[in-house]
């Protein structure tokens, strides 16, 4: 079974850092991408940051320079780098794994995956 498991949110003052790491699990043969969304209440979620399996990472406009998405090398784990926070940037951040590959017993599947999500607040 794939799973989505994220860590790291908290509450920090406007100006701050924070990072956020999730880690897939599961018999997982690659993805297109795996990233980040956030969602305020009442609202869609929001592209933050992605990479897709081969490397390219791609980032939303409104945290161009002051977030930065990295992997481990093995392809499971993003994480993060949330700096210069503002209030603005409060929400729930969501990982989410793109067109995964994987196994279903014996035989290939391909889903979309989202983890459980975790609160960021940016507020003094």
């Known amino acids: 079974q794939v799973q989505l498991v994220e860590s790291g949110g908290g509450l920090v003052q406007p100006g701050g850092s924070l990072t956020l790491s999730c880690t897939v699990s599961?018999?997982?043969?690659?993805?297109?991408?795996m990233g980040w969304y956030l969602q305020v209440p009442g609202k869609q979620r929001q592209f933050v940051a992605d990479?897709?399996?081969?490397?390219?990472?791609k980032y939303g406009d409104s945290v161009k320079g002051r977030f930065t998405l990295t992997r481990a090398d093995e392809r499971n784990t993003v994480f993060l780098q949330m700096n210069s926070l503002k209030p603005e940037d409060t929400a729930v951040y969501y990982c989410?794994?793109?067109?995964?590959?994987?196994?279903?017993?014996?035989?290939?599947?391909?889903?979309?995956?989202w983890g459980q999500g975790t609160q960021v607040t940016v507020s003094s």
């Open positions: 599961g018999s997982i043969v690659s993805y297109s991408a």
């Open positions: 990479i897709s399996w081969g490397g390219t990472i």
């Open positions: 989410n794994a793109d067109t995964v590959i994987h196994y279903k017993g014996a035989y290939p599947g391909e889903d979309d995956f």
